[in-house]
């Protein structure tokens, strides 16, 4: 039996299927957002429950059908309401992903991939990513807006967010993380292969007979990635007994810091290399090797790391192609078993391949 508490709250909560149109402020019959399933199947000649059927994806529908209901949409306007229909079901078969700067072109073509592999299995995802110079604060916002919204399943492709922030949430909804590796026994991983990354990149720099290196070490705290691929970078150089020097680059979305620093160990004879923890920190650092009347790899190599910078080919970076287009693919194969109920939690590893580019040559006598 419904108390009249319980029914007062269902009776606030909106409807997505809702057959009564409301009118809009200015009182015409109906504003975009107040045109009802109702209102496309009438204009479409079917039912109601397979206009539902078309937006939400839930059986399939003939493609005559979806073409004739998405016409009557287009021609009325009609906007799913996506968090009523949430709010109603008190879940969500909507993803959320938790993006690190799209500007930078890995994220940006993993956006796409995964965007693409999701609607492939018949899921649906919503995406929030800040801009490169905001960092951890407005990523936490940005997961508890994610949460906000009931999503089903979270997806997070970004080193800031840390897996101790997950954790209250990891009960609530399935997690898979992209991109970076992870250790974490209860969370999903499918990452690329930093450490391979970083061996291939520093095994070719001292194949070069280079024997002084820098080294640009992002903060942890600002992308696990990165410093994870400068650490193991300089390990493997000292393994080989070249001598590698650490240039710090502490602060968030500046990425052509320690430039001046890495010239300053150029024109000291310290270095004949000098390796970035990603391409978009060696393309920045390009202006200040042209300002220093240095050449590369005539004065000094440089590596990058990510491989998917557009004209990369035409820049000859010497960098590693991590597979984003694999990542993508088995995320969103991941997902969609544990939301099918799988449980088994694996870290998967995809290593790159090594771009032997231009940039990187035999050291100077």
Do not use: W
Not at 240 to 264: N, Y
Request: charged share 20%; hydrophobic share 45%.
């Amino acid at each position: 039996m419904q108390t009249p508490r319980s029914a007062a709250r269902a009776a606030k909560l909106p409807n997505p299927d809702d057959s009564t149109p409301s009118p809009d402020r200015t009182g015409s019959a109906m504003s975009a957002l107040s045109v009802t399933m109702a209102a496309v199947a009438a204009a479409a000649g079917v039912s109601r429950a397979t206009v539902s059927r078309v937006f939400h994806g839930t059986t399939p529908v003939a493609q005559s059908t979806r073409d004739a209901v998405y016409a009557a949409a287009e021609k009325l306007g009609y906007v799913p309401n996506v968090m009523a229909r949430v709010l109603a079901a008190r879940s969500s078969d909507i993803l959320g992903l938790l993006l690190r700067g799209p500007t930078n072109p890995a994220y940006g073509l993993l956006f796409g991939e995964l965007q693409e592999n999701v609607s492939r299995l018949g899921m649906q995802m919503v995406a929030v990513a800040p801009s490169r110079a905001e960092g951890a604060n407005f990523e936490r916002q940005a997961l508890n807006r994610l949460l906000g919204l009931r999503v089903g399943g979270m997806f997070v492709a970004t080193g800031v967010i840390h897996a101790e922030m997950l954790e209250p949430f990891l009960d609530k909804v399935p997690v898979v993380i992209i991109g970076r590796p992870e250790s974490h026994p209860r969370i999903y991983s499918v990452s690329y292969d930093e450490d391979s990354n970083a061996t291939q990149l520093a095994d070719a720099v001292a194949a070069h007979g280079h024997q002084g290196v820098a080294v640009v070490t992002s903060s942890g705290g600002n992308s696990a990635t990165e410093h994870r691929r400068a650490i193991t970078m300089a390990a493997r150089l000292r393994a080989h007994g070249v001598r590698a020097h650490p240039v710090a680059a502490p602060t968030f979305g500046l990425i052509d810091e320690g430039a001046q620093e890495i010239i300053a160990l150029h024109r000291a004879g310290h270095i004949t290399a000098a390796m970035f923890p990603s391409d978009l920190r060696a393309l920045a650092f390009m202006p200040y090797l042209r300002a220093a009347s240095l050449r590369t790899p005539e004065d000094l190599s440089l590596t990058g790391c990510d491989g998917i910078l557009p004209g990369i080919d035409l820049i000859g970076f010497a960098t590693v192609r991590i597979p984003v287009e694999q990542a993508a693919q088995r995320a969103a194969e991941v997902m969609k078993t544990l939301l099918d109920g799988q449980t088994e939690i694996k870290h998967e590893l995809l290593p790159g391949t090594f771009l032997p580019g231009r940039t990187l040559g035999p050291a100077p006598r």
